[in-house]
């Protein structure tokens, strides 16, 4: 399994960053066909933070292997519970995010989000990260 983390994303940083790692991901590992449904479940987490949260500052990590890619939203003040609640469909962004990924997870005290998408790598993790490897020896 691969995992990338950013860190400290605010209002400013967020987007942008989110989705360059994104493309990286879509491309790097051969899912360029999931771009579209990774980015709009990100957007969706983007327009709550922003409605309940506009100071937001959040940590956020991709863990991809050859069936999955998760990602998590770690909140450093503040809670997704108004985004858990699904008031009688009025809930929006909790149902867009319902409806595109495979599993929506809330943690107990609601601080952190976890979305996850089963797919199906075209290039192999364990391939990409001996190729990683031995990038990094090539610049000792």
């Known amino acids: 399994m691969i995992e990338i983390t950013l860190s400290d994303l605010n209002k400013g940083s967020f987007y942008e960053q989110t989705l ?3 493309e990286r991901i879509c491309d ?3 899912i ?3 771009f579209g449904t990774l980015s709009m479940a990100n957007q969706m987490v983007l327009d709550y933070l922003e409605s309940y ?3 937001f500052i959040v940590d956020v990590s991709y863990q991809i292997d050859n069936s999955e890619v998760g990602m998590s939203y770690v909140l450093q003040a503040g809670d997704f519970n108004l985004l ?3 008031n009688e469909g009025q809930n929006t962004a909790l149902f867009v995010l319902q409806s595109l990924a ?3 997870t809330f943690s107990a005290g609601f601080d952190s989000l976890t979305v996850t998408f089963h797919v199906k790598t075209k ?3 364990q ?3 001996q190729r990683q490897e031995v990038r990094q020896n090539m610049f000792r």
Do not use: A, L
């Open 102 to 104: 495979d599993d929506v």
């Open 32 to 34: 360029t066909n999931e």
């Open 20 to 22: 360059q790692t994104i």
């Open 84 to 86: 858990s609640q699904n």
């Open 53 to 55: 949260h506009p100071n």
């Open 127 to 129: 391939r990409s990260m």
């Open 28 to 30: 790097d590992y051969g």
């Open 123 to 125: 290039i192999s993790i």
